[in-house]
Every structure is written in structure tokens, then in C-alpha cells.
């Protein structure tokens, strides 16, 4: 009787663990990064909010113990072609919903990497909330091929248009 107790025990812990996102009011999940190419680097965390209260919440900024500063990016492309990052005061994740921070997109940059990050390191993130409160979570340094893969077509394309010199007007984005 005593070892059916256990098995019962056993299963409703990994099923927790499993559903860890969705059994917590806020959660980060799958947090990411890559290696850095150079001393004291900037280098963009991808990851994903979940929020499963009622009420929307502002992400307001970050920490970490490795970079001497960290801020919420966008990156967009502008009319004439080219990719500009721009820094959010916050960022919003919807009641019951969640904000994905993605390469080419939402990221959260980390500025002044205290040391060069290798593939297989982790390094801990807090994201700042609105009324003080926070999340944290550990960012795992993903070899660079991780991030070329998320990169969409489009974007590919238009850096092998940079490489082979192509007329300017090929660049821009049509309005
Ligand atoms: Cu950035």
C-alpha cells in the first residue's frame, strides 16, 4: 500500500514539473543566449514571459550579476532597409498571455558582459516588474548556430544581398 502511495507521489511531482509554466502566476521559460565574440560584449537574451493571472504586467528593466547594465530592447527595420534598436521603458505581457523576446525582435540586451560567455555556460537574469516585484531565471549560452537557425528567410536574403553587391533600390522595403 505504502509503495502505490509513493508511485502516486512520484507522478503528481513530475507532473508539476512539467506544467511548471502554466502552475505559476509568472514564470520565464527557455531562456537564452549566445556565446560572446568579445571582452566586455554586449549580447541580446531571448526568452519567453508567461502570465497566467488576470491582469496584464509591465516588465520594466533587469539585472544580472555578469553585465553592468541590462534594458529592455526592439529592434525594427526602418524605411530605408536598415535594422534599428530601440530602448523600451517597458514591455507588456497581457493578461493570461505571454511575450516572447525573440531574435531580430523583442530582446533583452545585456550591456558590459563582465566575462566573455562560452556555449554551455548559464548566467542569472531577474527581469524587474512594475510595484516592485521581480522573476528570475538562468539563461543558458546556446552556440551561435542556435540563433542563426530562429533568423527568418527574409532576413537571410537580404544579408546575402549585402555581400554580393546588389542595386540599392533591391534593399529598401516597398511602402
Ligand atoms: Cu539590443
Redesign the pocket.
Known amino acids: 500500500m505504502k509503495s502505490v502511495r509513493t508511485a502516486f507521489a512520484l507522478i503528481a511531482f513530475s507532473l508539476a514539473a512539467a506544467d511548471a509554466a502554466a502552475g505559476q502566476d509568472l514564470v520565464i521559460t527557455d531562456a537564452w543566449t549566445t556565446p560572446s565574440l568579445t571582452e566586455n560584449a554586449?549580447g541580446?537574451v531571448f526568452l519567453t514571459v508567461t502570465n497566467n493571472t488576470d491582469k496584464s504586467v509591465s516588465i520594466t528593466g533587469g539585472s544580472s550579476p555578469l553585465a553592468d547594465r541590462v534594458?529592455l530592447?526592439?529592434?525594427r527595420t526602418t524605411h530605408d532597409g536598415m535594422m534599428s534598436?530601440d530602448?523600451l521603458l517597458q514591455a507588456e505581457v497581457p493578461a493570461m498571455s505571454r511575450l516572447q523576446f525573440k531574435p531580430n525582435d523583442l530582446?533583452?540586451?545585456l550591456i558590459g558582459i563582465k566575462h566573455k560567455l562560452k556555449a554551455g555556460d548559464t548566467l542569472p537574469l531577474t527581469l524587474q516588474l512594475a510595484r516592485q516585484s521581480s522573476i528570475s531565471t538562468q539563461v543558458e549560452v546556446r552556440p551561435l548556430a542556435a540563433k542563426l537557425q530562429t533568423e527568418d528567410t527574409e532576413e537571410a536574403q537580404e544579408e546575402a544581398a549585402e555581400e554580393t553587391p546588389a542595386p540599392k533600390s533591391h534593399l529598401r522595403k516597398k511602402h
Open positions: 554586449t541580446a534594458e530592447h526592439s529592434m534598436m530602448r530582446h533583452v540586451m
